[in-house]
Structures are given as C-alpha cells and as structure tokens.
C-alpha cells in the first residue's frame, strides 16, 4: 500500500495549475450514456474517480480513449443496464448512471451505493424523483432496479434538500422525458452548470441554468457532446489554503474565482490577501506578517455559493495554525470530522460537539509531524496541509483516498517547493 511522506515546514511559493474538477467530470461522463455516438470531453482529470467511472461505463457496454486531457467516450453499443455492486462499492458516485440509463433505455438496475466514510448518504431522493417521472423502484438485494415502459415523463419534483448529485441524476432522466420538467430546491454548484452546458450542445431544452429551479423539456433525441469540464475549485481552494498553511505566496491558474465566493472570503478574513484574476486567484500574507498572524475565523458549511463542505477539513488544518479559536459547523454530512483525531496527533487542539469542531488555533507553537491515516479524500488533503506545515516528517497511509480526487498531487506540490513523496510498501 503507498504511504506519502512530508518533510515539512518549507514554504510553498510559485503557481501551480488547476485539473479538470472531479465532480464535473463524472456526471459529464454519465451523460454520454444519454446518446449514441462518439463523445468527445475535454479538460478531463485522470484519477482514480474517472478511471472508476469508465470500468462501469465499459460494463455498461461503452468504450473510451483517452489521449492526454482529452476523452473520447463512445456510447454506440450502451445495452447493458447493470452497474455492479463490485464497482459501485468503491465509488458512490457510480449511481450518475441511473438518470442516464433508464432514460436511454428505460431501464437501470444499480448496486446501492451504501454508507462512507463521512456519512449514511441515501439516494432516497434520486429514487423519489425518479418515480415521480414515471419510472417504477424497486430496491431488493441491495440494488435499485428501475423500469419505465416506453419514455419517462415530465413532472415537477420537489427536493427536500438540494442534493447535487440527486439533481444531476434527474436532470439527465427529464433531458429525454416527455413533456416538461421541473426541479425545485434543485442544487446549483457549478458543477450542475456544466452538466446543463453539455446537454444544451447535445440538443437538450433546459431553462433556469445556475438557479435553484431548473426546467427541463423532454427532447426524443440528443447528439453526441463535445464539451470540456470546468477546472476544480475544491482543489483550487486546497492549493490556496496550502500555500497559506506554509507561510508561502503564490498563484492557482487555470480556475474559476467566481467558483469560490465563500472560501476566498474567509481567507481574506483571516488576514491574508487575495488577488482575483480571470482564471487566476494569488494567496500572499500583508509585508512581515506569517501563519502564526492569521486570525482564526468560523465556517458553516451550505449548500453552494455557501462554503463547500469539500473545503471545511482544509479549513480546519489552516484554524490550526492560526490564533485564537474557529467554531466549525459541519451542516452537510453528519460524520466529516474524521480529520480530527489525525489532526490531533500532529498537535492540533480541536474539541467536536455534535456537528461542531471548535480549533483553538496553535499559534507560533505550530503543528508537528506524525504518522497519521487517511481516512476520506478531503480529510486526506487536511492531513496534508498539515503536514506541509508541520516541523518534522509526516507520514501519510491509506493515500489511495487522495488518489481519487487530485491529479499529480506530488508532481505539483513538488513543483510548489514542498519536499513530499511517495513511497509503496
Ligand atoms: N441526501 C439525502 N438523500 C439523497 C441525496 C442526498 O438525504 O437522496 C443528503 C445527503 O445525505 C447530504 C445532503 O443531502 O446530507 C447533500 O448531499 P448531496 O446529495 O448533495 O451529495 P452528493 O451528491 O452525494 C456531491 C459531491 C460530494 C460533495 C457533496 C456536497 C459528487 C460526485 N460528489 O455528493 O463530493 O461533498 O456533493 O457538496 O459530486 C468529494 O468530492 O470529496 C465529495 C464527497
């Protein structure tokens, strides 16, 4: 299994560019099962997650060719409607496939994703909506197993709450659905906006983009996409808070900074300044000031433009260093504070009260090396931060969780000046 190991305490300086974003990539790639043909995505990041995603979409009978960040899917000869447990067990987000699936071919059966790391994660509401569609459920032998004769049909569908990848199942069920669709209290991360611009090229009729109401008239047919996915703000912002971490100045490229209202605001509260560009944001500290000068801040976590619950255990690593205590409120997912006791061995003084991490933030004492467990991808990249900013070495298990969402982790936090690498025992 590989370990990462850090030798911290060096500041990381320069720019380092941002990957295609995971979360966008997924659900882009599900939607090329909506349509025969050949697929072309661009900006793909190459990742655990992806590579993922293409063995259940190879199950499901398409093909693929990657040639650089550019990805050729073709969904010509999609006839089998079965994702399997074996695959979906090891990323939930594998059930992308259902919306698509049984719209194409008015049937889906999928392995229930089942719990993780950091929570239950139900998919009652993508089940709920499809239903409401016309589709009929059944859950049995820990499956879903979904069937409509002939097409779906439109309906309106109220969420509960918005649930991001809920809406992008019901978004791609509705594209070939007849008549017309409605989602209330539908999520609107940007990663929906860029589901939306790929189903617009591929012929589909969709008003309401980056709004909490999307309305969706069926089309009988799509073409197939060319569309490139929108670059990573979750590691964008890990960058940032890295480099910040180290006491370092530097620049993430190749982003969105409109992508990052919250994160880049709390930043700017703490102390440090934050340059926006087109596609750039620069992260530097006021002339003589350092780590031990930022001001702890609190977060709570919401639903977009709110602050990304993907960010919060980089966030966290960050409170540590910084003085005076940050009250961390986690109001997505009910267990993401497995960060904390790793975070703990390395000196951080944290205490959780239910939903709520309070930081009492370490000041010029600073953190220090350990060994220490991976336990989620975003807590992996907790550990990481702390371990840049550590003194001493830290040593990283369980990395196949990084692994699954940043590209070229060591190649770009080397090329940062950050003396980090891999070894496999
Ligand atoms: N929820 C339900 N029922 C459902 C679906 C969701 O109760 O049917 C609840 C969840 O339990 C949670 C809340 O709704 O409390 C929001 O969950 P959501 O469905 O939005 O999460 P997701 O779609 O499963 C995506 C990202 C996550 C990210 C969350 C929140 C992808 C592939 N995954 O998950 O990303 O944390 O949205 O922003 O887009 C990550 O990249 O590390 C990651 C976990």
Not at 144 to 160: C, E
Request: aromatic share 4%.
């Amino acid at each position: 299994m590989d370990k990462l190991f850090i030798e911290g305490g060096k500041s990381l300086n320069g720019s380092v560019k941002i990957s295609g974003a995971k979360n966008a990539a997924l659900p882009l790639m599900a939607a090329t099962l909506l349509a025969p043909g050949k697929h072309v995505l661009r900006n793909v990041p190459d990742l655990r997650d992806t590579r993922t995603l293409l063995k259940v979409m190879e199950e499901l009978g398409a093909t693929s060719e990657r040639n650089g960040d550019v990805l050729t899917i073709d969904a010509t000869h999609v006839n089998n409607y079965e994702a399997s447990y074996e695959l979906v067990r090891t990323m939930r987000a594998s059930v992308l496939v259902l919306g698509p699936l049984v719209a194409r071919l008015g049937r889906a059966r999928v392995s229930r994703p089942g719990g993780c790391a950091i929570g239950d994660r139900p998919i009652n509401l993508h089940v709920m909506g499809l239903e409401q569609l016309g589709a009929t459920c059944i859950q049995e032998s820990g499956y879903v197993d979904v069937k409509v004769d002939g097409r779906l049909t439109g309906n309106t569908i109220h969420f509960d709450l918005p649930s991001v990848t809920g809406t992008e199942n019901l978004l791609m069920a509705a594209v070939l659905a007849s008549g017309t669709t409605i989602l209330k209290n539908a999520a609107k991360e940007p990663e929906i906006g860029n589901l939306v611009d790929m189903l617009l090229g591929m012929g589909a009729k969709i008003e309401g983009r980056d709004t909490d109401e999307l309305i969706i008239h069926g089309v009988e047919e799509l073409s197939p996409a060319d569309c490139a996915i929108i670059p990573d703000r979750i590691e964008a912002g890990t960058y940032l808070i890295a480099i910040a971490a180290t006491g370092g100045a530097g620049t993430v490229t190749n982003c969105i900074p409109e992508h990052l209202p919250a994160l880049l605001n709390k930043l700017r509260a703490t102390g440090l300044i934050i340059d926006e560009d087109e596609n750039s944001i620069s992260v530097s500290y006021p002339e003589g000031k350092g780590v031990a000068d930022l001001q702890c801040i609190d977060i709570q976590t919401m639903p977009y433009p709110g602050y990304a619950t993907d960010l919060q255990a980089q966030f966290m690593a960050l409170m540590s260093l910084a003085t005076g205590s940050a009250v961390i409120d986690e109001t997505i997912f009910e267990n993401r504070f497995m960060h904390v006791a790793e975070l703990e061995r390395m000196n951080a003084i944290i205490k959780i009260k239910g939903s709520t991490a309070v930081v009492t933030g370490k000041g010029e004492d600073g953190l220090v090396g350990a060994p220490v467990m991976a336990t989620d991808l975003r807590a992996s990249s907790s550990l990481v931060i702390a371990g840049l900013a550590a003194t001493g070495k830290t040593e990283i298990r369980r990395i196949y969780h990084l692994e699954r969402g940043y590209e070229k982790l060591v190649d770009k936090l080397t090329g940062l000046g950050a003396k980090v690498w891999k070894e496999s025992s």
